[in-house]
Antibody, heavy 116, light 108 residues
């Protein structure tokens, strides 16, 4: 069974750094793109970017380029989304998802709250 | 960037009725790269339709997708209680990949 398990909810202050994770299992992690999707409270889905774990080829939405870093460690089948300096506007649910003709499999989401 | 505009924003229908959701693209999208998702409150999205018209694994046949070019449609033939949710279209034929803003299907 394909599973993507994300790290737990985070509460951070503005200016702090953060790295959240997404661990894949039940499939060959290096063979599928993993994407990150933001959902702000009460809002729609926003595509942030995507990574191919085999060679770490990464693409970003212009809206998120320079704001976040997407990475992967194929040795432990885990993808990451990180911020160097959080803002209150980064408060959202973040989903990872495996791509293969659309995002077929999704993580459970990681809620990030940024508040002073 | 391809902008996907979904309409209507909210659809108020009764169980058993037919739902027709629209997704219009600002530029032509290859049908192969147009998908639909369903999202219920507190849950991650679920893939319904890929390649504009193919149902994903386990999706009931009351869900169907159609369209090409810039106009795509998701149809739910007879609404079941569990179908009341938010629906999103997405394209991944052109970077950046983009989502529509969603259509909420609510109980009338």
């Amino acid at each position: 069974e394909v599973q993507l398990v994300q790290s737990g909810a985070e509460v951070k202050k503005p200016g702090e750094s953060l790295k959240i994770s997404c661990k894949g299992s039940g499939y060959s992690f290096t063979n599928y793109w993993i994407g990150w999707v933001r959902q702000m409270p009460g809002k729609g889905l926003e595509w942030m970017g995507i990574i191919f774990p085999s060679d770490s080829d990464t693409r970003y939405s212009p809206s998120f380029q320079g704001q976040v870093t997407i990475s992967a460690d194929k040795s432990i089948s885990t993808a990451y989304l990180q911020w160097s300096s959080l803002k209150a506007s980064d408060t959202a649910m973040y989903y990872c998802a495996r791509h293969g003709g659309g995002f077929q499999h999704w993580g459970q989401g990681t809620l990030v709250t940024v508040s002073s | 960037e391809i902008v996907l505009t979904q309409s209507p924003g909210t659809l108020s229908l009764s169980p058993g009725e037919r739902a027709t959701l629209s997704c219009r693209a600002s530029q032509s999208v290859s049908s192969s790269y147009l998908v639909w998702y369903q999202q219920k409150p507190g849950q991650a999205p679920r893939l319904l339709i890929y390649g504009a018209s193919s149902r994903a694994t386990g999706i009931p046949d009351r869900f169907s997708g159609s369209g090409s070019g810039t106009d795509f449609t998701l149809t739910i033939s007879r609404l079941e209680p569990e179908d009341f949710a938010v629906y999103y279209c997405q394209q991944y034929g052109s970077s950046p990949w983009t989502f529509g803003q969603g259509t909420k299907v609510e109980i009338k």
